[in-house]
């Protein structure tokens, strides 16, 4: 059983709106900065949203500001994306990830987050 599971992803138009959520497993997801990355094909992964552990303060990458919303429910173990008017530039694999960081999330990179999903596909299509 992986720690971290993603699911929400699928086929959607151009304009419409999916919620990706990333349930936790084994241990709580408190304390955690909380990280959604996305990686097309023949593309780098990219960060889209994070949120701190400390003052759930929230970063967003430029392409996806006012747009996707980054949150989690303590309660339900689960952290979760939001993300409206999609585009075609926004089709994807999503991966969650966790890490205990003690600075602002957006400042770490890939290899800085240590726990990962195995990632849910989302197409933009019409």
């Known amino acids: 059983q992986f720690p971290l599971v993603e699911s929400g992803g699928g086929l959607v138009q151009p304009g419409g709106s999916l919620k990706l959520s990333c349930t936790v497993s084994g241990f709580s997801l408190l304390g955690y900065s909380i990280g959604w990355w996305r990686q097309a094909p023949g593309k780098e992964r990219e960060r889209v949203a994070c949120m701190n552990s400390s003052d759930r303060n929230t970063n967003y990458a430029d392409s996806v500001r006012g747009r996707f919303t980054i949150s989690s429910d303590n309660a339900k173990n689960t952290a979760y994306l939001q993300m409206r008017t999609l585009q075609h530039e926004d089709t994807a694999t999503y991966f969650c990830?966790?890490?205990?960081?003690?600075?602002?999330?957006?400042?770490?990179?890939?290899?800085?987050?240590?726990?990962w999903g195995q990632g849910t596909q989302v197409t933009v299509s019409s």
């Open positions: 990830a966790l890490e205990r960081h003690s600075l602002s999330c957006y400042l770490y990179s890939e290899h800085e987050w240590g726990i």
